[in-house]
């Protein structure tokens, strides 16, 4: 809940850059889902720790972030939108192995709900990856290094503050380097008309895998 809210920390961040027409339709929607998923969080929490929704919403307000330590991962709009897509991605896996947990209120409407979050997050990574191959081919020979420096970041378990995204200090080393290969992959063979394949790490000795297919 918190890191979906943390989206308005991050486009208020952004809001004073210039960037290109694709990017700013990307933001305006990528930030609508992410209020939107924030919402649908915070309801969920306030149900069941019995909390007030608008004391939730008091709390999260208080910090607007430090992108101080992370600024030159956010440079320039090929930097952001690959920061972007690896956060996004990351997302995605670990949604899809929270499935159980939504099943098990045996509610419809939550398992409806949380699996348009789940498609909301394939579809941020595949507009931030799309924007690179359109906007900035000439950069793509930098994704890996640039991968690299994020799990590197995230390896080394630093604080998360409310930056909306590098806050995966709790994965584990192979989950990141997975996110990294994904993003490699569908540099190197893209995903429309293809099967997507996500493995995800449940824990040290189980994994499921799903697959999905976008057209």
Known sequence: MLTEYDASNFA??????EFSPDFKRFERAWRQDEWNHYLGFRRIVALLYDQNEAKIAREVKKDRGNFGPIGDFLKDEFRICLLLAYDEIATFKSYLAEFPF???FGDPRVIRWFQKVTRDELNHFINCVEIIRHRH???V???KESLDQF?????????YERT???DHY???VEYLQHCKDLICDYFR???RKAEFPAKIRIDDTKAIEERYEYK
């Open 141 to 143: 020979p930098e994704v």
């Open 170 to 172: 709790w994965y584990s």
């Open 102 to 104: 939504y099943r098990s």
């Open 189 to 191: 063979n893209g995903l």
């Open 151 to 159: 799990i590197e970041w995230d390896l080394r378990r630093s604080v």
């Open 164 to 166: 909306f995204v590098l």
């Open 12 to 17: 208020l961040y952004l809001s004073d850059r």
């Open 137 to 139: 081919q000439d950069r």
